[in-house]
């Protein structure tokens, strides 16, 4: 079955440590998003990626890093420089970027930061 | 800015009919999408529309009117499974989406 994996579902970690959270698509989608989700607002942009080896920032990039090293993999690292790293975090791939392409969505990782 | 506006609850009757509305102001625009999200779980995609007009998929459909800023989800034939957050996102001129915070839908029997 083709779709998108992220892992695992829940994480904690301390306060002051980076965690990494992984997104693994067999979709063979080009482009892949990360997300952040908050209680009362709309999903933000953390890191976008259009093709391997390449990627951009998102609206809230602070904090994060990301790597693309392959069409597949699009993991997120949260550091100890985000203020605020408690979330719902979405990963999502498409096709490509232009109009009509549907972002395609994994199941999601809720981070606690304690 | 760009903005997203969708009322943040409602509440309808199982086999009613429900409109959930999204205003948005965007640079540029290459379309409107909605989206479900069941409580803790992916949003789901529902319907995607660039032109004027009703686009109908079963039970749900989807209008926009461009020059307005405008959009309705419309869902007929209310069941309970439908109780759901209904993500607005419109698309910008450089094809990023721009996310409403969501209408949490409530069914009651």
């Known amino acids: 079955d083709g779709g998108i994996t992220q892992s695992p579902k829940y994480l904690f970690r301390k306060e002051g440590q980076n965690v990494t959270l992984s997104c693994e698509q067999n979709l063979n989608h080009d482009a892949m998003y990360w997300y952040r989700q908050d209680p009362g607002q709309g999903l933000r942009l953390i890191y976008y990626s259009q093709i391997v080896n390449d990627f951009q920032k998102g609206d809230i990039a602070e904090g994060y890093s990301v790597s693309r090293e392959k069409k597949e993999s699009f993991p997120l690292t949260v550091t100890s420089a985000q203020k605020n790293p408690t979330a719902f975090y979405l990963c999502?791939?498409?096709?490509?970027?232009?109009?009509?392409?549907?972002?395609?969505f994994g199941p999601g990782t809720r981070l606690t930061v304690l | 800015g760009q903005n997203i506006d969708q009322p943040t609850e409602m509440t309808a009757t199982e086999g009613a009919i429900v409109q959930i509305n999204c205003t948005y102001q965007t640079s540029g625009f290459n379309g409107l999408f909605w989206y479900q999200q069941h409580a803790g779980e992916a949003p789901t995609f529902l319907s995607y529309?660039?032109l004027d007009g009703l686009e109908e998929k079963g039970r749900f459909s989807s209008f926009l009117s461009r020059s307005k800023g405008y959009s309705y989800l419309l869902l007929k034939e209310l069941q309970m499974k439908d109780s759901a957050s209904y993500l607005c996102a419109a698309m910008d001129s450089n094809y990023q989406l721009i996310w409403g915070a969501g209408t949490k839908l409530i069914i009651k029997p």
């Open positions: 529309n660039v």
């Open positions: 999502a791939s498409s096709t490509g970027t232009s109009g009509s392409d549907e972002q395609f």
